[in-house]
């Protein structure tokens, strides 16, 4: 059965730290690998997909890709109380359906 | 930008009654959508993959004759929720492939579903 697992938190931050979210998968044919935020009663909204070994910058945020480890992380710099929501980790391949962890929740502390 | 809207985004209902709930790609082409359902304080739970043209396929504990989808054009999926029972309150929310792109999935805003 595939699997995507992350801790549920909650992890705490300071605001302006940095804030680590960790992921790993167990199915090694997964091929693309998605960041999703969920504000409390809201749907995921899609922060970040990676697909290449390595990393991979948006603005404060930064995916990174280790596909011999089986892991994925999700880097935020600078974090504000607006970033505090759960993250989901999700791992797919091809048009076929993703596999989503269950999420971590993060909270920036002003 | 890839924009998925959800219809309507809140529905009470009597329990034995049916709900319709409408899953639109608003500026792409989505050959595959997905719906999910999520309870208060529990992560997203996959209920079936919709393919645009046939018959979708349901996850293994999802009674499919209670839970129809159909996907007749490349930008709306519906999910109706037959004889609907307070159980089956939750939040439902699809999500659509965009075509072309590489399996990203993009989510609507949800439908908050309340059976009485």
């Known amino acids: 059965q595939k699997e995507v697992e992350q801790n549920s938190g909650p992890l705490s931050v300071p605001e302006g730290a940095i804030a680590s979210l960790n992921c790993t998968y167990s199915?090694?044919?997964?091929?693309?690998f998605f960041w999703y935020r969920q504000y409390s009663g809201k749907s995921p909204e899609l922060i970040m997909f990676i697909y290449s070994n390595g990393d991979k910058e948006d603005g404060r945020f930064t995916a990174q890709l280790n596909k011999a480890s089986q892991y994925v992380s999700l880097l935020i710099r600078d974090s504000q109380p607006s970033d505090s929501a759960t993250y989901l980790c999700?791992?797919?391949?091809?048009?076929?359906?993703?596999?989503f962890g269950t999420g971590t929740k993060l909270q920036v502390i002003p | 930008g890839a924009v998925v809207s959800q219809h309507p985004s809140w529905v009470i209902c009597k329990s034995g009654t049916s709900v319709k709930i409408e899953c639109r790609s608003l500026?792409?082409?989505?050959?595959?959508m997905f719906w999910y359902r999520q309870f208060p304080k529990q992560s997203l739970m996959l209920m079936a993959t919709s393919n645009e043209g046939s018959k979708a396929t349901y996850e293994q504990g999802v009674e499919k004759d209670k839970f129809l989808i159909n996907h007749a054009s490349l930008t709306l999926s519906t999910l109706t929720v037959t004889s609907a029972h307070p159980e089956d309150s939750s939040f439902y929310i699809c999500s659509a492939i965009r075509t072309g792109v590489r399996e990203t999935q993009y989510f609507g805003p949800g439908t908050r579903l309340l059976v009485l």
């Open positions: 500026d792409f082409q989505a050959t595959t």
């Open positions: 999700a791992a797919g391949g091809g048009y076929q359906k993703v596999t």
């Open positions: 199915d090694r044919g997964s091929q693309s």
